[in-house]
C-alpha cells in the first residue's frame, strides 16, 4: 500500500523558511514523478513545484519561482520542499503527491496516482 506522509508546516513570520518534507513507502520511489501541491481555503488545489524520478529535471509555478526549491533523496525515499521568503499568500495545506510515469513532469492534479494527507503551512504577517 502507497503511503506519502508529509511533515514540515508549522506557524511562519512572513519573510521566514520553512522545509517540507514527505516520506513515501509502498512504491518504487525512483520511478515516480513527485510534485508539490497546495490548497488554500476556499480555493482549488494547485501546482507548486515538481522533481522527475532522477532528480535532474524540476518545474515550478510562476509563484514558487526563486523562493522554493524541490528535491529529493533517493536512498530514503524522500521528497523535500524548501520554502524560503514566505508571505501570507502562501498559507495553505501542502500536499505531496507521486505521479508514475516518471519520464514526464507534469503539473495537473488529475496526473498524479498517489498523494499524502497534507501539512498546513501558516504565514503571517
Known amino acids: 500500500q502507497v503511503q506519502l506522509v508529509e511533515s514540515g508546516g508549522g506557524l511562519v513570520q512572513a519573510g521566514g523558511s520553512l522545509r517540507l518534507s514527505c516520506a513515501a513507502s509502498?512504491?518504487?520511489?525512483?520511478?515516480?514523478?513527485m510534485g508539490w501541491f497546495r490548497q488554500a481555503p476556499g480555493k482549488e488545489r494547485e501546482f507548486v513545484a515538481v522533481i522527475s524520478g532522477r532528480g535532474k529535471t524540476t518545474y515550478y509555478a510562476d509563484s514558487a519561482k526563486g523562493r522554493f526549491t524541490i528535491s529529493r533523496d533517493n536512498a530514503k525515499n524522500t521528497v523535500y520542499l524548501q520554502m524560503n521568503s514566505l508571505a501570507p499568500e502562501d498559507t495553505a495545506i501542502y500536499y505531496c503527491a507521486a505521479d508514475r510515469n516518471f519520464g514526464v513532469v507534469r503539473t495537473t492534479t488529475s496526473s498524479y496516482e498517489h498523494w499524502g494527507q497534507g501539512t498546513q503551512v501558516t504565514v503571517f504577517s
Open positions: 509502498g512504491l518504487a520511489f525512483s520511478n515516480y514523478v
